[in-house]
């Protein structure tokens, strides 16, 4: 690395640690790796430093921008780069013109046809072919989408306050060749939801938002779940576990997941291959048909996760995911749902590598208790190991964990850890797990014996362990009842992505007068 490029990482380390701070209202988090290995994610921070930060950061923002060649400061593999080659015939459907505009005045409305939407004078903009070079959605403006609309080759900037209306039949894709970087703020969220009235619509109106990317997976020729087989766009996964789908940052997506074909729907957020460097940060799924979010292999983290009234699992994963989640609220509604986590590995070989096992801090799942549709906390099989720490389990009536086929060995290799937690109001009559299981399907591993282990430092009680706000589905609240000097949590472990100092069990910080759900997440019922 050049002395000008070492200089240059030097001020975004120091730009970098001033943001951590507080020093930029609007812009809570920077990922240092992506901030130099993407330029185009470097120059929007840069941007709203510049606009938003204290006279001493917009001074160090521009002093980089005047240095900065746009550039990747790190070493980049070279399926990172965005390709340009032609889609497939049967499929691309170029932008008008590359972006041509033609304004035409009918009655007095001006009416503006631009490279494959339609706009009105109300701000309102029809998407109706998909989008193949670089684009981006402005803040005051509500996209509809009119069907499955493909990001190929290109990037596709969706500014705060966006609004993203699916029809009937659409959903919206992000294939392994493009980048998605939307990027909302407390204040201005961007939301995907259904294009129905407010008061009309319901879980799968539409289909939902899919990130696909290059990162390894452990199932060959894998493809996105709700797409036909034959349409290739549908394809994901390799070889750079860093590789980015983009940024997804205060974003809401409600009433997503129809059903393509018999039982194959998509879920709210669908992340295929993402790599480490993409970021998914402050995401509400909200009342999705199927899943809430699915992770199909890669190394995606998610941090400031929040899944409500989801119709299948709240968050799901498959094929070799090895992210890191940090900061997650799961509220199962009493009408629907099955499984707040369920895991698994590979159906046909559950030694596939990698293996799918995620890591899990500071979690508050909710159950809704003995209601008209009971659940299961996490479900664990076909190989999937995992790790579950400071994590608070309330009012699961089914069980708090189900774990199926390879357990033992999982537990021995220390593939599948389970510790600090707090498991409340779980099962019936205190039992964590499931009395009288029809059929060993875990080889008699005993999850609760496991899980009562004194070395491991988890609590089981029979009262909620959670203020009874988090049952109420319009305005939920997720504190704790317990005292932060009564948890028995654990540090997160040192690096980057963690907030090393959530040294407590569940979501919310038991102490604090306000959480991250504050602002940006909302709880409609149609």
Same mark, same amino acid.
């Given at each position: 690395?050049?002395?000008?490029?070492?200089?240059?990482?030097?001020?975004?380390?120091?730009?970098?640690?001033?943001?951590?701070?507080?020093?930029?209202?609007?812009?809570?988090?920077?990922?240092?790796? *992506?901030?130099?290995?993407?330029?185009?994610? +470097?120059?929007? *921070?840069?941007?709203?430093?510049?606009?938003?930060?204290?006279?001493?950061?917009?001074?160090?923002?521009?002093?980089?921008?005047?240095?900065?060649?746009?550039?990747?400061?790190?070493?980049?593999?070279?399926?990172?780069?965005?390709?340009?080659?032609?889609?497939?015939?049967?499929?691309?459907?170029?932008w008008f013109g590359r972006n041509a505009l033609v304004l035409v005045p009918v009655l007095g409305v001006v009416v503006a046809t631009v490279a494959g939407f339609t706009a009105f004078e109300n701000r309102a903009v029809r998407i109706h072919s998909d989008i193949t070079t670089d684009t981006v959605w402005e803040t005051g403006t509500r996209y509809v989408l009119e069907d499955k609309i493909f990001v190929e080759n290109a990037q596709l900037t969706i500014k705060p306050g966006v609004i993203i209306q699916g029809e009937a039949g659409s959903a919206f894709i992000v294939t392994s060749s493009s980048k998605l970087f939307a990027r909302g703020s407390r204040n201005q969220p961007v939301l995907f939801t259904s294009a129905k009235p407010e008061g009309e619509r319901a879980r799968g109106d539409w289909g939902g938002v899919v990130l696909l990317g290059k990162a390894p997976v452990n199932e060959?020729?894998?493809?996105?779940?709700?797409?036909?087989?034959?349409?290739? +766009?549908?394809?994901?996964?390799?070889?750079?576990?860093?590789?980015?789908?983009?940024?997804?940052?205060?974003?809401?997506?409600?009433?997503?997941?129809?059903?393509?074909?018999?039982?194959?729907?998509?879920?709210?957020?669908?992340?295929?291959?993402?790599?480490?460097?993409?970021?998914?940060?402050?995401?509400?799924?909200?009342?999705?048909?199927?899943?809430?979010?699915?992770?199909?292999?890669?190394?995606?983290?998610?941090?400031?996760?929040?899944?409500?009234?989801?119709?299948?699992?709240?968050?799901?994963?498959?094929?070799?995911?090895?992210?890191?989640?940090?900061?997650?609220?799961?509220?199962?509604?009493?009408? *629907?749902?099955?499984?707040?986590?369920?895991?698994?590995?590979?159906?046909?070989?559950?030694?596939?590598?990698?293996?799918?096992?995620?890591?899990?801090?500071?979690?508050?799942?909710?159950?809704?208790?003995?209601?008209?549709?009971?659940? +299961?906390?996490?479900?664990?099989?076909?190989?999937?190991?995992?790790?579950?720490?400071?994590?608070?389990?309330?009012?699961?009536?089914?069980?708090?964990?189900?774990?199926?086929?390879?357990?033992?060995?999982?537990?021995?290799?220390?593939?599948?850890?389970?510790?600090?937690?707090?498991?409340?109001?779980?099962?019936?009559?205190?039992?964590?797990?499931?009395?009288?299981?029809?059929?060993?399907?875990?080889?008699?591993?005993?999850?609760?014996?496991?899980?009562?282990?004194?070395?491991?430092?988890?609590?089981?009680?029979?009262?909620?362990?959670?203020?009874?706000?988090?049952?109420?589905?319009?305005?939920?609240?997720?504190?704790?009842?317990?005292?932060?000097?009564?948890?028995?949590?654990?540090?997160?472990?040192?690096?980057?992505?963690?907030?090393?100092?959530?040294?407590?069990?569940?979501?919310?910080?038991? +102490?604090?007068?306000?959480?991250?759900?504050?602002?940006?997440?909302?709880?409609?019922?149609?």
């Amino acid at each position: 690395m050049s002395d000008h490029s070492s200089l240059l990482v030097e001020k975004l380390w120091r730009l970098k640690r001033r943001i951590d701070k507080g020093q930029c209202p609007g812009v809570d988090f920077v990922h240092l790796n *992506v901030l130099l290995r993407e330029p185009a994610y +470097r120059a929007d *921070v840069l941007r709203r430093v510049d606009a938003n930060g204290t006279p001493e950061l917009q001074a160090l923002a521009r002093e980089i921008m005047a240095n900065d060649d746009g550039q990747p400061l790190m070493a980049k593999s070279p399926d990172q780069k965005l390709e340009s080659s032609t889609a497939h015939p049967t499929h691309r459907r170029t932008w008008f013109g590359r972006n041509a505009l033609v304004l035409v005045p009918v009655l007095g409305v001006v009416v503006a046809t631009v490279a494959g939407f339609t706009a009105f004078e109300n701000r309102a903009v029809r998407i109706h072919s998909d989008i193949t070079t670089d684009t981006v959605w402005e803040t005051g403006t509500r996209y509809v989408l009119e069907d499955k609309i493909f990001v190929e080759n290109a990037q596709l900037t969706i500014k705060p306050g966006v609004i993203i209306q699916g029809e009937a039949g659409s959903a919206f894709i992000v294939t392994s060749s493009s980048k998605l970087f939307a990027r909302g703020s407390r204040n201005q969220p961007v939301l995907f939801t259904s294009a129905k009235p407010e008061g009309e619509r319901a879980r799968g109106d539409w289909g939902g938002v899919v990130l696909l990317g290059k990162a390894p997976v452990n199932e060959p020729d894998s493809a996105i779940e709700g797409l036909p087989d034959t349409d290739l +766009r549908g394809r994901f996964g390799g070889q750079n576990p860093d590789h980015s789908c983009g940024v997804v940052q205060y974003t809401r997506i409600e009433f997503a997941g129809f059903e393509v074909y018999k039982n194959n729907e998509l879920n709210g957020l669908t992340l295929g291959g993402c790599g480490s460097n993409t970021i998914v940060q402050n995401v509400q799924v909200h009342r999705a048909l199927d899943d809430g979010i699915e992770m199909f292999g890669g190394t995606v983290d998610l941090k400031n996760i929040l899944v409500t009234g989801a119709a299948d699992d709240s968050i799901d994963w498959d094929w070799g995911w090895n992210g890191r989640v940090q900061f997650a609220v799961i509220q199962q509604h009493r009408d *629907v749902g099955d499984n707040a986590f369920e895991g698994d590995n590979n159906g046909a070989n559950h030694t596939a590598l990698p293996r799918s096992e995620p890591t899990f801090y500071n979690v508050s799942l909710y159950g809704s208790g003995r209601s008209a549709r009971e659940h +299961r906390a996490i479900l664990l099989r076909e190989g999937s190991g995992g790790h579950f720490h400071n994590m608070i389990i309330d009012s699961f009536a089914i069980e708090a964990l189900d774990t199926r086929d390879e357990v033992t060995a999982l537990v021995g290799m220390n593939a599948l850890t389970f510790s600090h937690n707090l498991l409340s109001n779980n099962g019936r009559l205190g039992n964590l797990t499931a009395a009288g299981e029809t059929e060993d399907d875990d080889f008699d591993f005993n999850e609760e014996e496991w899980i009562r282990t004194p070395a491991l430092f988890n609590t089981v009680q029979l009262e909620s362990g959670l203020q009874t706000s988090a049952s109420n589905e319009s305005s939920l609240h997720f504190r704790p009842l317990g005292m932060l000097r009564t948890m028995e949590a654990k540090r997160p472990p040192k690096s980057e992505f963690y907030d090393e100092s959530a040294e407590y069990q569940g979501a919310i910080n038991p +102490r604090a007068t306000s959480s991250w759900l504050d602002g940006w997440t909302a709880f409609p019922a149609a």
